[in-house]
């Protein structure tokens, strides 16, 4: 009884588990396609391809947003490839601030670990859905609309953000026209922004044109 | 032998489409869901569902922006519900321009029918991507990445952008900032503008807050 | 100036905006269907649709388990219905147990906030992979495989579970088997149990057959 | 301990299963969306909800093509809803013809279980593929392109389609042609087909116009 | 500050942005996939890969249908690939035809530029939605549906049809039966049509068999 | 007009089709990624690839479980890639059982062709919906949850499975626990079985730890 049973064991490895796989592991060394990146075969996957690290500290956030994002997105964590899920970490100090940003190819799930966040998006009929969030609390925001989020009541926060595809994409929304090579003369005529502001902001985050 | 054939085709008839359709004309009327709306019942549907006539007329721009934007969302065009697609026809007069903004449901397909347009788009890595467009050229954007289109070389211009959803959204970037609730002092906390522009630019387009 | 850009405004929110949303917060009274629940109407939609509170407290672990599971799942959350997200809160005792189970409809991205987790996962293949992870560490479960959480280092512990999927499902193994009425005959013969150990796990659990 | 267990259990049943399912039988009642009907409530829903007994029988075949299609679409089988699968049986006389046709929305598997079928289909680049089949052998047609499928060797043969959406379509080339009320000006212009042969077949198959 | 800030901006695109990206434009020398085709790096995708400006000049249409179609498919446009979307230019000389086809994998929405078409589709239920369109209308014709454009009133006429997919294929009736080798004995067992007039076809659209 | 039409369609075929197909055959000897394996190129492309003939026979079922499974996922039927169906065959001896098993990647419709099967499947709230099923009657089982089949009446029996996927999956409960390297102090940990019957168990099963 035992080697039949072994036998059966063995022909559905065999046959069925020789070219398929329940996850794809990605290979980032090759050219990624629209569903994502091909997958590394199965008998080099370990346990450490499904787990990740990077996301245990404490960001930097001495800067001029007082905050940070760190990614767990496919390019970092190669497991959630074709998986469609992502994820992220924002630190912010006192008063910190994510500027408002969008995700184009994903929705958000908001979990805040520490501190207090006052977070909100604005929908497409430009109504503000906004909220002070605590410890353990969700919030959820949909794909592609500009969002925010801020370090409340004076104290460090920590959240992460969990996104519903492993490459949602990150707009951030002074770093797309301040930070870019987009025209001054465009960024007026597209935003009714004053030059002079433009400018100002150019110089600060970097951006030419 | 025409009798039989008559009887199975009364069959297929009756027993597969009594309730299912190859398509699903909206019913407006009834709640929507995250896949669109309820249909239509198939026996009240004509061919005038699969049919939209509001894009055929330009449409005033006599407005700040010197351009519009006319939308065949499935709100307006009901034969589109479930199938991935949807229109708007863009008119600009000479110089017009439409603001920057994101569809956060869809990726855009671009067809300029009269004129010459400047579009262009922004990634999530800050690269600008834009191009003068003439009559029959055809551009496409990414969904939910600010974009932009101008009327070129003095000249009114006209074009159509379809959709790959029912439902694509529409956030212009001036209108969610400041043609909305959204605070002044949280404005100037995520987008890094200064405060009196921002209080201009809502007494121009009517936000508050 | 202004009052034609306030026109173009209001055309384009009371044509486009009129039927359709950029989210679908659920109407959980109405019936769902296979993409989810049909959506509240956008105007009783508040920012308080799109926030969930319930995972915020440590649930009472004390149970056979040692531990406990909290859904935030479109029951709970209606925010996330059609965005393909939602999430649970794990607590466990010091070694409390979140017994073998799969969620059949969605895969798993789990966060640890709080001491250590040996957590693991069966392929297809019947390879185990597993890890000890502490603190801020992700570890990816692929949809519908085996997995298990275990609290490590005699500490108890909590995590995060994010799911792809707004109605991810949970079967958990031994309910399926023994707090169910799947006949202790029909389970022996499926799974090579002994039926004295079916029986006794039936009383405990309150399974019948 | 008994106490606590069946408290978790009875826990979360109540909150993440009141609303939710990990199934979707539709109630054929109520309005079908892009994605399927409603559902039906959990709690009435039985085994026999899984279950179809309409293909076990031979169909009746005497007729024009001595052939006969049977569905188990959803409008049939409202188990299927939502699960993208769905089946039809074909119970062909010897030589019978399943005559030309596409499933609009599936792809298709087929399954002889009794006799010969030559089966076929043709690409986008007009290319041919077809092959003889006999029982136990399986061929898949890629969805909306024209195939067909003939009984050989002079015996009656069986067959069983199942398709990876449950609401296939099913568009008879014939039946779109002669059977409807396509004008026979408008079908000789767009087929080149000759006028007196399609008034003819009109005839046989009951089309006006 | 500033440094401070080019530093998180430098984090953000170094680890989140350098193996993933907003699109993927279509490597079209190597293999496709289910889903399309691997990307092009994106570090030599520049503006001109997201225009296309092949459909900018009237098809010659001095041929048997007096009528041209123009494909802006992914295999042409490379920019669509992965965004649902496709488009080709309809030319039609006064009275020219497209002849009845279908479209495998995508649904259609035609965009009228230039004179009047009538088209139609016929669905499972062998029901034909038609209808004579001016410029500026859109009609839909559902996916994997047969379906035709005619140019009217004596006119020469021009239409764009945008696709749900990149990759919509094009099944044209006559070519797939008369062009083919699709032998004359199985055309007239699967159609009914004659012998004689499928022979004549063949002869003048170039089939074999 | 001939030679018209051929250059019609040569033009047709050569920009539209050169680089994309209707189908995804696909070419195993490279990775496979998230929608599946990269496509044979479409000149290499034959009738036989559509085919699959290796469900014919009825497999040895002379081995513990008296049963025998023979997929046709796409690692066996490259044809199937990116078309959303597989196939397995099922044979059972008299009393034979195909034990607890689950398919993460797909629904499953289940065809009888000969002889009785008892079928069941246990649900998310842990109610079990079972049947038994005779020649020809099909059952649906949903994506991820734990089901079985068992030959009844004493008599073999034989039947088709039918996937959503391509690459279903396939985890069977026993092999699982028992004949991977699953440890015992887990599996104790995370099922309440005896260690005296896990370790009996993996002594049948041939797993380790």
């Known amino acids: 009884m035992f080697l039949h049973t072994v036998f059966l064991l063995s022909f ?3 046959t069925s588990h020789a070219t398929v796989q329940d996850f794809c592991v990605a290979d980032l060394k090759s050219a990624d396609g629209p569903a994502g990146f091909p997958c590394k075969p199965a008998a080099k996957v370990t346990s450490d391809d ?7 500290e404490t960001a930097n956030v001495t800067n001029i947003i007082n905050g ?3 990614p767990a997105f496919v390019g970092q964590f190669p497991g959630v490839n074709g998986l469609g899920l992502s994820a992220a970490r924002i630190d912010l100090g006192p008063a ?3 500027p408002l940003h969008t995700h184009p190819g994903a929705n958000e799930l908001l979990l805040v670990t520490q501190g207090y966040i006052l977070a ?3 929908s497409s009929s430009n109504v503000v859905y906004q909220k002070l969030l605590k410890k353990g609390e969700l919030m959820v925001f949909p794909q592609g609309l ?3 989020q801020i370090a409340a009541h004076k104290r460090k926060a920590t959240a992460f953000a969990i996104f519903s595809s492993a490459n949602p994409g ?5 770093f797309a026209l301040f930070a870019s090579d987009f025209s001054t003369p465009l960024i007026t005529q597209t935003t009714f922004l004053d030059p002079a502001l433009v400018k100002k902001l150019k110089g600060v985050l970097g951006g030419s044109g």
């Open 12 to 14: 559905l490895l065999s």
């Open 50 to 56: 499904f787990v990740f690290a990077g996301l245990t």
């Open 68 to 70: 940070a994002v760190t």
């Open 96 to 98: 910190g601030v994510i």
């Open 120 to 122: 909100g998006f604005i």
């Open 146 to 148: 500009l969002h925010f």
């Open 170 to 174: 990150l707009q951030i929304l002074d």
